[in-house]
């Protein structure tokens, strides 16, 4: 009888303290009970469970903590200083893959917080930890082990750099051949997070084959994971000629461009952001995109897109016109002008905007055609509104003056030049007068139009200092015209008529002024 009894307290016993962890970790999976359970110093209760004798009661307590540490940084930095890292991490070399799993999730929900925490992790000893459990057999260990991984790589470089030095490249890349699309996904995740900060980084990925395996991945039908394989490719690309050149050869275009037609925002984004890190580096390799439909695609998926998905797509059109005249043809042909044109009227924040207009001073500002297709997209009292409108961001300003006055040295197209001229700022107004320096010279018609239109009577009212390069572009074109005219719209010339009309004595003879002294003699209505 009395051993029964005992055997019954003990298994009372151990039945509350799994029942008390569950509770708890079903508790802290709700935000309102997170504060009561940190006042009621939850963490202690827990912490000695870590080393309880029944197995669910470890899992479980470890779980329950990775759910506080989660919650907020606060929580986690509770954690750090309440020394439960060590206890946690000391346990996992010895212990079942259920609490390797919680144990990593842990590890995770401490490090996403900040650097500080990332690395407390990582001086705790738990990135080795982390590198153990990437090698364990089962494919849930596998995939928390590298989502904690990811976490410490984002930070920083030199937390980064740790995982690298911690072995966990290659191991990460054979995550990427297992059949669970969960362990390829957060594998991907973490190796773009490690290539996303530096080439050195970026080589160590590239030299243990990731490149291969991503490219195997580019048409899977898992949305998370090609979100993920994009990510990667283009934070590889992205930093030096012979990297991207290492992505091309992988033979992923034109197979990549189905993305930028896929319903996910994510995919679209990421694909034109791998595009984009392609086409920024060469003028070969912006050829290579346009040659395999490259921009058709961009412009197209332009049109379906908006806000911050759009914007990789905005900049690589403009990378792609940088290059040279014959890219930005390639640009102006593919009605690129047109959709920046939309995106710089429909889109609201500034960033993006700004990004539009630089795209267009790229491709405005090789040669007269090519300023003339802005010019005929109507953009520049768009590109003049954005340049002085009081709520403009000053970088949206500079770019808009940067691009007007790259644009506007190129364009000779008088229709678009005349409504300028009449509301551009003196310094805009400069580089509209020295296009039409230039032009009437050499074109009577334009010399006609320029007069007609009142063009000429606006510059004579422009006040320009002497030795200025804008009265000298006056004088100019104040030579194309006969003397007579430019006095004739000159301001205050018809005051000057009319005082000449109040003093003018007209020149008469002797018998034509008696007849009229005669005349203004006589009585009214009688004639001489």
């Known amino acids: 009888m009395a051993a029964r009894l005992i055997e019954q307290a003990f298994d009372q016993y151990n039945k509350s303290r799994l029942q008390f962890v569950q509770t708890v970790a079903d508790l802290a999976s709700r935000p309102q009970n997170m504060e009561h359970l940190h006042d009621n110093n939850v963490m202690s209760l827990l912490h000695p469970l870590l080393m309880d004798v029944v197995p669910a009661v470890q899992q479980t307590a470890a779980l329950a903590l990775g759910k506080l540490a989660s919650f907020s940084q606060q929580l986690a930095q509770t954690l750090v200083t309440s020394n439960i890292l060590p206890q946690l991490i000391s346990q996992v070399p010895v212990q079942n893959r259920f609490y390797k799993k919680s144990a990593c999730f842990v590890l995770r929900a401490v490090a996403k917080h900040s650097v500080e925490l990332a690395r407390t992790v990582i001086e705790s000893g738990g990135l080795n930890a982390l590198v153990v459990c990437l090698e364990e057999f089962d494919p849930n260990v596998k995939e928390s082990a590298a989502w904690a991984i990811g976490y410490v790589a984002r930070h920083s470089p030199e937390l980064a750099q740790s995982v690298v030095d911690a072995g966990a490249v290659p191991l990460l890349v054979l995550c990427i051949k297992e059949p669970e699309i969960g362990v390829k996904r957060v594998a991907a995740s973490a190796l773009s997070d490690i290539c996303k900060h530096s080439e050195e980084l970026t080589h160590v990925v590239v030299e243990n084959g990731a490149i291969s395996n991503f490219a ?142 630089w795209a267009l001073g790229q491709i405005g500002r090789h040669t007269p055609e090519h300023a003339k297709a802005i010019a005929m997209a109507n953009l520049f009292p768009k590109l003049l509104e954005c340049y002085t409108s009081a709520d403009s961001s000053d970088d949206l300003q500079d770019k808009a003056r940067r691009t007007l006055k790259s644009v506007l040295q190129m364009c000779v197209y008088m229709p678009a030049l005349d409504p300028l001229l009449h509301e551009a700022p003196p310094n805009i107004l400069k580089y509209v007068v020295g296009q039409y320096s230039k032009v009437l010279p050499h074109d009577p018609q334009a010399r006609r139009q320029f007069v007609t239109s009142g063009c000429l009577r606006k510059v004579q009212e422009i006040q320009a200092e002497p030795g200025t390069e804008l009265r000298e572009y006056i004088n100019t074109i104040n030579n194309c015209f006969p003397e007579e005219i430019v006095r004739y719209y000159s301001p205050g010339y018809s005051e000057h008529l009319l005082e000449r009309l109040e003093t003018y004595e007209p020149d008469w003879t002797d018998g034509a002024r008696e007849d009229w002294q005669q005349d203004a003699a006589a009585p009214s209505g009688i004639t001489a």
């Open 216 to 357: 195997a991945l580019i048409s899977s039908p898992d949305t998370k994971l090609k979100r993920q394989i994009l990510s990667a490719l283009s934070n590889i690309a992205k930093h030096t000629l012979a990297l991207a050149e290492l992505v091309v050869e992988a033979e992923i275009f034109p197979d990549v461009f189905s993305g930028l037609q896929d319903a996910d925002d994510l995919i679209r984004r990421n694909t034109a952001g791998l595009i984009k890190e392609i086409v920024k580096h060469t003028p070969e390799l912006a050829q290579l995109i346009v040659n395999a439909g490259g921009m058709a695609s961009i412009v197209d998926y332009l049109g379906r897109s908006e806000g911050h998905v759009a914007l990789p797509g905005v900049m690589a059109l403009g990378f792609t016109a940088a290059h040279s005249q014959q890219l930005a043809m390639s640009v102006i042909v593919s009605r690129g002008v047109v959709q920046l044109a939309i995106c710089l009227n429909e889109e609201k924040d500034d960033h993006i905007r700004g990004a539009a207009v």
